[in-house]
């Protein structure tokens, strides 16, 4: 059975030579890379302006949601990770079967929770359940390519200024697209 798992949070990867198994092969700078929650890590780290040669911050990100069996109908080729795709120790998967069983759905889920998602992401090397929680947390799914717009469910903003902005961008492009405002898919002291 395939979780439909939403996930959100599309960046630009920076990374230069990191190399995807074989198949579907490749760079990381090959793939669309997509998170299976809102609020990662690397959000956090954007709003801080800790990200090199990156100027945005979380009120400048929108999200693009889709879904995995989504994704899958439309025949892209896919990988994920069971956390930050980056580290060396991260594994990767291509029998998306095993989403269910290697993604560490219990710890992206606990309580407390914003939107379905566990609002926590930090570790903590006291307790043996969150030594890497925040590279488990990054776990990714990898699409190869590109990502068309009809793969996406919704867009997810911050206010709703940004959602009549990105509204207006559709319109003219002759997109019907769902916009929501999601607070809670960003970092504003909740």
Do not use: E, Q, T
């Given at each position: 059975m395939i979780i439909a798992k939403r996930w959100v949070s599309l960046f630009t990867r920076l990374h230069l030579a990191d190399a995807i198994p074989d198949p579907p092969g490749g760079t990381i700078q090959k793939f669309v890379p997509f998170y299976f929650a809102p609020r990662s890590p690397m959000l956090f780290a954007i709003n801080a302006g800790n990200v090199n040669h990156f100027d945005l911050r979380q009120q400048d990100i929108i999200h693009l949601e889709t879904t995995v069996s989504?994704?899958?109908q439309l025949n892209h080729s896919v990988v994920f990770y069971d956390r930050n795709a980056t580290l060396a120790f991260s594994n990767a998967y291509t029998d998306i079967n095993l989403l269910p069983s290697v993604v560490d759905w219990e710890l992206i889920t606990e309580?407390?929770?914003?939107d379905g998602f566990c609002k926590y992401f930090q570790n903590r090397p006291s307790e043996p359940k969150y030594v890497d929680r925040m590279e488990k947390r990054q776990a990714e799914f990898l699409v190869k390519g590109h990502v068309p717009v009809t793969s996406f469910t919704k867009i997810?903003?911050?206010?709703n200024e940004?959602?009549?902005?990105?509204r207006i961008i559709l319109a003219?492009?002759?997109m019907n697209l769902a916009v929501e405002v999601k607070k809670d898919w960003y970092f504003l002291g909740q």
């Open positions: 989504r994704v899958i309580h407390p929770a914003l997810g903003v911050i206010n940004m959602a009549d902005k990105v003219k492009a002759g």
